[in-house]
C-alpha cells in the first residue's frame, strides 16, 4: 500500500501557491518553480487571496513569506492555512530564519523553512518530500 501511495505521489504534479507581499520575492520562487515543472496555482499577498485560491485549485503545498509588519504575517497565516485545510503542507521562506522563527513556524504547522537564497534544487526536493511524506520536517525545522 505505502509503495502505491509513494508512486502515486511521484506521478502527481505538484501545486504550489506561492504568498508574499513581495511582489520580487513571489516572482523569484515562481521562476524557480515553474523551472522545474512545478505547478504555481498562484500567487497570493495575503491570508484572504490565499484562500481564494486553495478554495479553487488542488493545491498540495504553500510557500509563505515569513516576514511580519504592515498587516501581513506569515506565521499566522500558516497557522490559519493549516487549521483551516489540514491537508495543505506550508513551506516558510525569509531572509533569515532564526532558531526562534523556525519553531515558531513549526508551531504554525510548517514542513520546511528555507531561505530566501537556499539552492533551488533543494527547495524542490523539499517541496517533493513535503508531499511524498506525511512525517517530513526539514533541516532547519
Known sequence: MTVRRNVDVIMKEIKVLICSAR????????????????KVTGIARNYTEADSVIKNTQTDIVMIDAIKGSGYDGIEITEAISKKYPRIKSMLFADNISGGLAAEAYCAGAKECCLSDTDKDYICRSIRSIVENDDYLGRII
Open 23 to 38: 511582489e520580487n520575492v513571489s516572482e523569484y520562487f515562481f521562476e524557480i518553480l515553474n523551472s522545474r515543472n512545478i
